[in-house]
Nanobody, 115 residues
Framework: QVQLVESGGGLVQPGGSLRLSCVAS????????MDWYRQAPGKQRELVAG???????NYADSVKGRFTISRDNAKNTVYLQMNSLKPEDTAIYYC?????????WGQGTQVTVSS
């Protein structure tokens, strides 16, 4: 079992930055591939960024060049640095850990981009 707790969301103006954190507990964090997803009102949950246990990364086209995913295995934490935020980035952001058939989700953190 893996427990995931996200933090760092909030209200930010367009063009601003936020850093989301997701702390994992309950298992060997370094073994898991980690992803950030988001879900806006009325829309499906979508993959924003991912980082494998080997630190390979991938990004949705809509966030490339603006968002950076990273992980600190010593702190059991995955981060999402979000720069140049746009109103369309407004959503609940969820952390996901997966390994083989195991799949775990956090409770989400709200990000609102508005002037």
């Amino acid at each position: 079992q893996v427990q995931l707790v996200e933090s760092g969301g909030g209200l930010v103006q367009p063009g601003g930055s936020l850093r989301l954190s997701c702390v994992a507990s309950g298992s060997i964090f370094s073994r898991y591939d980690m992803d950030w997803y988001r879900q806006a009102p009325g829309k499906q949950r979508e993959l924003v960024a991912g980082i494998t246990r080997l630190r390979n990364t991938n990004y949705a086209d809509s966030v490339k060049g603006r968002f950076t995913i990273s992980r600190d295995n010593a702190k059991n934490t995955v981060y999402l640095q979000m720069n140049s935020l746009k109103p369309e980035d407004t959503a609940i952001y969820y952390c996901n850990a997966h390994l083989s058939t195991q799949n775990y989700w956090g409770q989400g953190t709200q990000v609102t981009v508005s002037s």
